[in-house]
Nanobody
Framework: VQLVESGGGLVQAGDSLRLACAAS????????MGWFRQAPGKERDFVAD????????RYADSVKGRFTISRDNAKNTVYLQMNTLKPEDTAVYFC????????????WGQGTQVTVSS
């Protein structure tokens, strides 16, 4: 299984970015795709996830109303649309996947840096 993130960059507060996670090697069904982030000196935190069967989504409270997770099944790609970015959103963003019936995220991407300047 391979996950490749893209779309990170340096933006100003209030700007938007869209991250993409292209998945290969795992059937794009009965799995959960998620986004996490890790700021310097901090633990990796949950941002959002999407159940590909049924489409239910979850968000961290800190990003609700600003971030949207979505998918393109034809491209085996999951997106994270990030609007109204804040300096505290600065982190390395990671894509991850797990089977629907497990608690453990078993495959991770390499991460993409998002930097929001004030």
């Amino acid at each position: 299984v391979q996950l490749v993130e893209s779309g990170g960059g340096l933006v100003q507060a209030g700007d938007s970015l869209r991250l993409a996670c292209a998945a290969s090697g795992r059937r794009f069904s009965n799995i959960v795709m998620g986004w996490f982030r890790q700021a310097p000196g901090k633990e990796r935190d949950f941002v959002a996830d999407l159940r590909l069967s049924g489409g239910s989504v979850r968000y961290a409270d800190s990003v609700k109303g600003r971030f949207t997770i979505s998918r393109d099944n034809a491209k085996n790609t999951v997106y994270l649309q990030m609007n109204t970015l804040k300096p505290e959103d600065t982190a390395v963003y990671f894509c991850a996947t797990k089977p629907l019936w497990t608690m453990t995220w078993d495959y991770w991407g390499q991460g993409t840096q998002v930097t929001v300047s004030s």
